[in-house]
Structure formats: C-alpha cells, structure tokens
C-alpha cells in the first residue's frame, strides 16, 4: 500500500524559504511520476511540480521552487524560495497513476493521481 507523509509546512515572511519533504513507502520514488500540488481556501487544487525522467513546474514558482529526489530516503522534497504571499495553501504529495503522466505538458491531470498526501500548510505572510 503506498503512502505519503508530508512535513515542512511552516510560517514565513515574504521573500522566505521553506524544504518540504514527503516520505514514501509502498513505492520506488525513481519508478514513478511523483509531484506536489497546492490548495488555497476557495480556490482548486493545482499543480507546483513534478518530476520523472525530467522536472516540470506550473509558470508561477519557475525559477523559485525546486523539486528533487533523496532515493536513499526514497523521498521527494520541495525547495521553495523567494517565497510570496500568493504561495499560502496546503502542500499535497503525490504520485501519479503512470510514469506517462508526467509527460502532460502544461497539463496537472487530477484524476491521474492515485495517492494524496495528507497535506502541510505553507503559511507566507507580507
């Protein structure tokens, strides 16, 4: 059965970082297409980043956040720097049903989740 359990989540200024982490069991991490989503109150979960074979990352955080693998932790973290306000929201791990689902360009197919994290609230304020 496989599993996700975020940690990292915090409060910090404007122009901050935060290292958030999601260890996984049940699954090799290099197998698979692994990403972290976000939800802010009132607004629908989307998609930060994602990696297999190659990293992707939704306009708003290129160039800020990092995506990358410890495969011995068999973990996925989330470096996120220069940190904004518009960042707020729970953080969601997750891994995708398909190495393929990586490949969707522009595209964070929800429905091609298979497993959520519990999720860590990031907290940016001005």
């Known amino acids: 059965r496989v599993q996700l359990v975020e940690s990292g989540g915090g409060s910090v200024q404007a122009g901050g970082s935060l290292r958030l982490s999601c260890a996984v069991s049940g699954i090799e991490i290099r197998s698979d297409c692994m990403g972290w989503f976000r939800q802010a109150p009132g607004k629908e979960r989307e998609g930060v980043a994602r990696?297999?074979?190659?990293?992707w990352y939704t306009d708003s955080v290129r160039g800020r956040f990092t995506i990358s693998q410890d495969s011995a932790k068999n973990s996925v973290n989330l470096q996120m720097n220069s940190l904004k306000p518009e960042d707020t929201a729970m953080y969601y791990c997750?891994?995708?049903?398909?190495?393929?689902?990586?490949?969707?360009?522009?595209?964070?197919?929800?429905?091609?989740?298979?497993?959520w994290g519990q999720g860590t609230q990031v907290t940016v304020s001005s």
């Open positions: 990696m297999y074979g190659g990293v």
């Open positions: 997750a891994s995708f049903k398909s190495r393929t689902d990586c490949y969707s360009g522009s595209r964070w197919p929800l429905d091609r989740v298979d497993v």
